[in-house]
């Protein structure tokens, strides 16, 4: 069974930087494209962007595009969120997610992904 944990969460100021991580454990995360999403309370979860298995093809939402940088080291188990230019509207719980993996692209739609981390909380103040 996989499982994802996301590390990386914290207090940082607007305008600063911050990398995420989320690290699998249970089986190999080669075999999973993976999304980033993020909730504040009150609204429901959104993507932000996602990265297939191979690394190839990685697709972000408007509002990050230009700020945010998905990777993975798959030799590492491990994929990473990238994150400049913070805003304080960047503020909020930030998750890991995991589907098999089949084709040559991706969505951050939360209704794809089958495995969930427990989520960081991050906040960008102003």
């Known amino acids: 069974q996989l499982q994802l944990v996301e590390s990386g969460g914290g207090l940082v100021q607007s305008g600063g930087s911050q990398r995420l991580s989320c690290a699998a454990s249970?089986?190999?995360?080669?075999?999973?494209?993976i999304g980033w999403f993020r909730q504040v309370p009150g609204k429901e979860r959104e993507g932000v962007a996602c990265i297939i298995r191979s690394g190839e093809y990685r697709k972000y939402v408007d509002s990050v595009k230009g700020r945010f940088t998905i990777s993975r080291d798959n030799a590492e188990n491990t994929v990473y969120l990238q994150m400049n230019s913070l805003k304080p509207g960047d503020t909020a719980v930030y998750y890991c997610?995991?589907?098999?993996?089949?084709?040559?692209?991706?969505?951050?739609?939360?209704?794809?992904?089958?495995?969930w981390g427990q989520g960081t909380q991050f906040t960008v103040s102003s």
């Open positions: 997610a995991a589907v098999y993996g089949a084709g040559p692209l991706c969505r951050p739609s939360r209704e794809q992904y089958a495995y």
């Open positions: 249970g089986s190999t995360l080669e075999y999973y494209d």
